[in-house]
């Protein structure tokens, strides 16, 4: 048998950054190890590079961020609405005295654990836990403000969507998001327009 001094083999390279992956596949033969070393950090730095620049990740900074901005009568008040009603506190009702009979329902065995429940009742469980007991926060529904809560670029629209910022631009982009939870959540009805009157944060001088 002859054995080829120039045995083909393949190389499987994953450059992984922030979520995005890209595999590189090289053909390469033994003699070339040397080169292949210089291909790899040829192709693979700049490759780094332009993917870290596209794949800019926006990341959860929590309630207490937004607070800061959104709490006086003229900004519209709302983190304090929000910190009075109970998206604020849908963590906290997984450990309530009603919460073991909605789990037994569901046949789930501990609710503060379970993805079960918390998908509803605490969303960032998994993508930010840091953030877990704020429950259905602020940047559940507006998105990570890790990027869009700087000033500058929260004066505008515009720039704040670029920035990671979730706006919703009819009524019924409005309920269909609403609808992700609540559509027959533990067997009951929901009433769009009541509910959102209940839960609306608008800044006074916009309406
Ligand atoms: C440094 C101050 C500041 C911080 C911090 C801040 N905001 Fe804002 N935000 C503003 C200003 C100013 C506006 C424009 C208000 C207006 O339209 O009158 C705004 C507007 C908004 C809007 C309305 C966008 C639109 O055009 O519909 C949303 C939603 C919002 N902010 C959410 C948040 C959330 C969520 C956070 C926390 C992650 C946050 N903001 C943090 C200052 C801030
Ligand atoms: C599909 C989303 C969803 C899932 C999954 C879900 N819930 Fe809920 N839960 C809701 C919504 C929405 C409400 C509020 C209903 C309302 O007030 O109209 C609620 C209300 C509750 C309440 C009443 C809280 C209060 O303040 O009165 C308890 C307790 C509760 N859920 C426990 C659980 C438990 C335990 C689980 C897991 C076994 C669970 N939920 C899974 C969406 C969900
Ligand atoms: C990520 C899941 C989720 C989304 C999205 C969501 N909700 Fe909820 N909502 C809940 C849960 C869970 C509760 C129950 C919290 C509790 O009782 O502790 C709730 C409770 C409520 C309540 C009762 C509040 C109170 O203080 O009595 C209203 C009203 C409501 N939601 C309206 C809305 C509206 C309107 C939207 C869309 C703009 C919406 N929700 C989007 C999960 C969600
Ligand atoms: C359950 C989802 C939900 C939560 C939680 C929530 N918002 Fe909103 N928010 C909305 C929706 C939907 C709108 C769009 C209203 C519209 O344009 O009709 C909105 C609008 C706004 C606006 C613009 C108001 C205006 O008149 O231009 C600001 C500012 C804002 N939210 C800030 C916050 C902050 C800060 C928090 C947390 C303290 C928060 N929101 C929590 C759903 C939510």
Redesign the pocket.
């Known amino acids: 048998m002859k054995i080829s001094k120039k045995v083909v083999y393949d190389e499987h390279k994953t450059l992984t950054m922030k979520g995005l992956s890209i595999k590189i596949s090289l053909k390469i033969t033994k003699e070339n190890t040397m080169k292949k070393t210089i291909l790899i950090l040829v192709i693979g730095i700049p490759l780094l590079f332009i993917i870290s620049l596209f794949s800019q990740e926006f990341t959860y900074v929590g ?1 207490g961020k ?2 800061i ?2 709490k006086t009568e003229k ?2 008040r ?6 009075e009603k109970k ?2 506190k849908s963590f906290a009702a997984l450990s309530s005295p009603e919460a073991p009979a909605k789990a037994k329902e569901m046949g789930v065995e501990n609710p503060v654990e379970s993805p079960d429940c918390l998908k509803c009742h605490a969303p960032l469980f998994e993508k930010a836990p840091e953030f877990k007991e704020e429950g ?7 998105g990570p403000g890790s990027a869009y809560k700087k000033l500058k670029i929260m004066k505008s629209r515009e720039e704040s969507v670029k920035n990671g910022l979730t ?3 009819t ?1 019924e ?2 309920k269909e ?2 609808l992700t939870c609540h559509e027959n959540a533990h067997g009951q009805s929901f009433d769009f327009e009541a509910s ?1 009157e209940k ?6 001088e ?2």
């Open positions: 309630a937004c607070k901005c959104h900004q519209g709302q983190f304090p609405l929000w910190e998206h604020s259905v926060t602020c940047e559940v529904c507006h706006v919703y631009d009524p982009e409005k998001w609403c959102w839960i609306k944060h608008p800044v006074p916009k309406q």
